[in-house]
């Protein structure tokens, strides 16, 4: 049994080493939902405090692990580590474990942190991490590059009626291995405070 | 909990867990009759002591004979006071009190009791702890082959399963070791205010090591092998269903155990009408959504226990 502290960042966010990008998502979305100060599944069982550190471990096991060049690091250190450790220590120690770094006050990468909702510039920093450009989307999609554009980029006047908008969100979720029903909600929320802030 | 069996031997699964009213009985009594009309040998055991009332929800009227004409010898063989129901091949035995009492008492009477119950004719026998958190119903719930906690999702079911669970891993916990001193220790963490500031498993896990290294390996390999199933109850969205997955992550962070998500049984109106009926939900209603939910989870088990006995 092993702490926070200790686990691997793919042991944090329950996936395996080899996840693809949209496992790590989806893996995070289930975390950051469960991990939640709210969440139903948590809060008699942990302390504040212990949530927290489970918070800022999902943070930084996603930042890190959505980064290709940082999750190719971490891996090539990690198994050095294991290799070093495979010749000095016995087979129920070899597994690799999280170096202990502070937590990401300040991420060079911007991450989908818990309780940024889900609009366009969300959904546009969480596809590029994935290093799926736009163009594949609308091909998995069939939802138009001009629509998707102007999803991502907030564009109210051009958005798409509201019963359409609805059935792109859940495509585009979708297609990032997001959670749909929450995406759909959580942006025609958003474009609902910003044309409260545009109405006179 | 967990451990491997011969093949020949039936199976015991307990259903405990949560609180009063979160639907073990009715899963219970369910579940036995979808793996009877599997063509498995069902025996349902009731002890619920604060309600039993499986047979109720079988169908079946308030039993002449219980587990404790058995155990004052007023009837010879166990398989006497076993109740038919209308499913062939599924039969009921009740005596709560009885039943728990003997797993209270000194080892004879218990070891009498739990033979009798093995060499009962059946492939699985289904017991109905209710929503107790006693010492008897968590050692009935750990010597059983697989146990099975029964959730809605509402902030005390969730609560009180938690408190079940705790008690009894600490409890599986306890039973593995000798020494006093780590004893000692196991039971001060079940108390979270505890004086030697333990405040989870991890923890606990740690301290014993200071103190002990062969225990500290004894209780890492129960926490191993420590693998209850979990059953959402009532679910009426996806994000109720997704609470279960939630409970097995935050169950494997905290208890550093595997918990198995079996499924999930929907909101369903039916389950109401056919338990005021006092008819099974499944003989009823068996396209009705719950019943479905039920029988799709007794498919699931018996598969399992087909491959292996390992859960």
Known sequence: MKGIDEQTYYEILEVSPTATSKEIQKAYEHAKETFHADSLAVYSLFTEQEIHEIQVAIEEAYRVLMDESSRKSYDQSHFQIFDKQHLETPPEMQVPTREKKPPPASVEVPVHVVGEVYRGKTLKQIRERMGIDLETVAQETRINMKTLEWIEGEDLEKLPPLVYLKGFLKGYAQSLGLDPLKVVEEYLLFLEEEKKKIAP | ?311
């Not at chain 2, 451990?3 to 199976?11: E, L, P, Y």
């Not at chain 2, 209308?86 to 009740?94: A, D, R, S």
């Not at chain 2, 079911?157 to 780590?182: C, D, G, M, P």
């Open chain 2, 1 to 311: 909990m967990g451990s491997t069996q011969s093949k020949d031997r039936k199976a015991i699964w307990t259903i405990g867990g949560g609180k009063g009213g979160s639907g073990k009985s009715f899963i219970t009594a369910n579940m036995g009759i979808c793996l009877s009309k599997l063509g498995s040998r069902v025996i349902l055991i009731d002890a619920d002591l604060g309600g039993a009332n499986l047979h109720t929800f079988l169908g079946v009227s308030p039993p002449a004979l219980t587990l404790s004409d058995f155990i004052k010898k007023r009837v010879k063989n166990l398989h006497e006071v076993l109740i038919p129901t209308e499913v062939q091949n599924l039969l009921l035995l009740t005596g709560a009190q009885d039943l728990l009492n003997a797993m209270d008492s000194k080892n004879v009477q218990k070891r009498k009791l739990l033979r009798s119950i093995q060499h009962l004719e059946a492939d699985y026998l289904l017991v109905d702890l209710g929503g107790g958190n006693s010492i008897s119903v968590l050692d009935f719930f750990l010597m059983s082959d697989g146990g099975i906690l029964v959730v809605t999702p509402e902030p005390t079911s969730i609560e009180n399963t938690y408190r079940f669970l705790k008690s009894a891993f600490y409890r599986r916990l306890r039973q593995s070791v000798s020494s006093h001193a780590v004893r000692t220790l196991i039971d001060g963490a079940m108390d979270r205010k505890n004086e030697i500031a333990i405040q989870n498993p991890y923890e606990l896990i740690k301290a014993v090591r200071q103190i002990n290294e062969e225990e500290a390996r004894k209780i890492e390999m129960e926490v191993e092998t420590f693998q209850p199933n979990l059953i959402l109850n009532q679910v009426r969205s996806r994000k109720d269903i997704e609470i279960g997955f939630s409970i097995r992550s935050a169950c494997q962070k905290y208890f550093g155990i595997r918990l198995h998500y079996l499924g999930y049984v929907v909101y369903d109106q039916d389950v109401g009408y056919s338990v005021r009926r006092r008819r099974p939900l499944v003989l009823e209603n068996a396209h009705s959504r719950a019943a479905q939910c039920v029988s799709e989870i007794a498919s699931k088990l018996a598969s399992r226990h087909q491959m292996s006995f390992q859960f």
